[in-house]
């Protein structure tokens, strides 16, 4: 609609308007107190040492770390996929402009409330982030397998843009505490950079694969497919990691400690209190 009303050139300054917004967020986020008082020790604690060119490759032979990121590649493909074809696909099976902008909307809509309920739930010991991360993902693929077959039902599409948006936001929720139990804490910085390196690597193949598959004489329902398929592999891939048991960071023990003072204690401690009183008065 938004093209169709403004052209290409407004199309791209509105896309670039939204966007934009993203450096207003980021300008105004400030470090927290423990991160800057611990920038302070490490300077205080720091050792004179000379590094000449030193590259730090730990992170790029992390095994499970690497099925973190193929599982970012597949997972960006077939998002982005969806994304692409799901109105053309819709407008061609009986949905208005109308109808579909709501469904981007819902979707969107969705996705935010998604990342919160999934970020809250991620604060639970009992849920591990590989579950949510392979779970998510992999019932986004399995709606978009079955799409097809209800694609003429226009309640059916809303609840697949509901289903897309609440679970399409997980990899981004639950990607730095993976990365910072794969990793530690001396390498998360650069874990997490390098696992949206694959990430990036996804984004720019899926357009043109979602190009070539229907310019090649594929359908909107076998995009979908593969689509679906596509975020299933990506799932199970991730889920490989846990299969070497890796965890550089032990999240500490606290033990509870009971104290327990016996009546006699409290009445002796009192009559002492009471004397040290009367023989200062």
């Given at each position: 609609m938004i093209y169709n009303e403004y052209g290409y050139n407004g199309f791209f300054l509105f896309y670039a308007g939204l966007s934009f917004n993203v450096c207003v967020v980021g300008a105004v986020l400030r470090p927290s107190r423990l991160e800057a008082s611990s920038?302070?020790?490490?300077?205080?604690?720091?050792?004179?040492?000379k590094k000449c060119c030193e590259c730090d490759l730990t992170v790029m032979k992390n095994i499970p770390l690497i099925c973190v990121c193929i599982a970012g590649v597949f997972f960006n493909i077939g998002i982005f996929i969806i994304y692409l074809h799901f109105p053309a696909y819709a407008i061609e099976n009986d949905s208005t402009q109308?109808?579909?902008s709501w469904y981007l909307s819902i979707a969107g809509i969705s996705s935010c409330i998604g990342r919160v309920l999934l970020g809250m739930a991620t604060n639970s010991e009992d849920v591990s982030e590989d579950i949510i991360f392979f779970g998510t993902y992999s019932l986004i693929g399995a709606a978009t397998i079955v799409v097809p077959l209800?694609?003429?039902?226009?309640?059916?599409?809303?609840?697949?843009?509901?289903v897309l948006g609440l679970n399409s936001g997980s990899c981004?929720?639950?990607?730095?505490?993976?990365?910072?139990?794969?990793t530690g804490p001396n390498h998360a910085a650069q874990g997490t950079g390098y696992v949206m390196a694959y990430i990036g690597v996804g984004s720019l193949v899926g357009p043109?694969?979602?190009?070539?598959?229907?310019?090649?004489?594929?359908?909107?329902?076998?995009?979908?497919?593969?689509?679906?398929?596509s975020l299933i592999f990506g799932g199970?891939?991730?889920?490989?990691?846990?299969?070497?048991?890796?965890?550089?960071?032990?999240?500490?023990?606290?033990?509870?400690?009971e104290m327990s003072t016996k009546?006699?204690?409290i009445i002796d401690k009192y009559h002492h209190a009471e004397e040290e009183k009367t023989v200062l008065t």
């Amino acid at each position: 609609m938004i093209y169709n009303e403004y052209g290409y050139n407004g199309f791209f300054l509105f896309y670039a308007g939204l966007s934009f917004n993203v450096c207003v967020v980021g300008a105004v986020l400030r470090p927290s107190r423990l991160e800057a008082s611990s920038k302070m020790a490490k300077k205080r604690n720091r050792t004179l040492h000379k590094k000449c060119c030193e590259c730090d490759l730990t992170v790029m032979k992390n095994i499970p770390l690497i099925c973190v990121c193929i599982a970012g590649v597949f997972f960006n493909i077939g998002i982005f996929i969806i994304y692409l074809h799901f109105p053309a696909y819709a407008i061609e099976n009986d949905s208005t402009q109308v109808e579909v902008s709501w469904y981007l909307s819902i979707a969107g809509i969705s996705s935010c409330i998604g990342r919160v309920l999934l970020g809250m739930a991620t604060n639970s010991e009992d849920v591990s982030e590989d579950i949510i991360f392979f779970g998510t993902y992999s019932l986004i693929g399995a709606a978009t397998i079955v799409v097809p077959l209800f694609i003429k039902i226009h309640y059916a599409k809303m609840m697949y843009s509901i289903v897309l948006g609440l679970n399409s936001g997980s990899c981004y929720v639950v990607i730095s505490s993976i990365v910072f139990r794969l990793t530690g804490p001396n390498h998360a910085a650069q874990g997490t950079g390098y696992v949206m390196a694959y990430i990036g690597v996804g984004s720019l193949v899926g357009p043109p694969l979602a190009g070539v598959i229907v310019d090649n004489g594929g359908s909107y329902a076998t995009s979908f497919i593969i689509a679906g398929l596509s975020l299933i592999f990506g799932g199970f891939t991730e889920l490989c990691n846990v299969c070497f048991k890796t965890n550089r960071y032990n999240k500490p023990v606290i033990k509870e400690i009971e104290m327990s003072t016996k009546d006699d204690e409290i009445i002796d401690k009192y009559h002492h209190a009471e004397e040290e009183k009367t023989v200062l008065t």
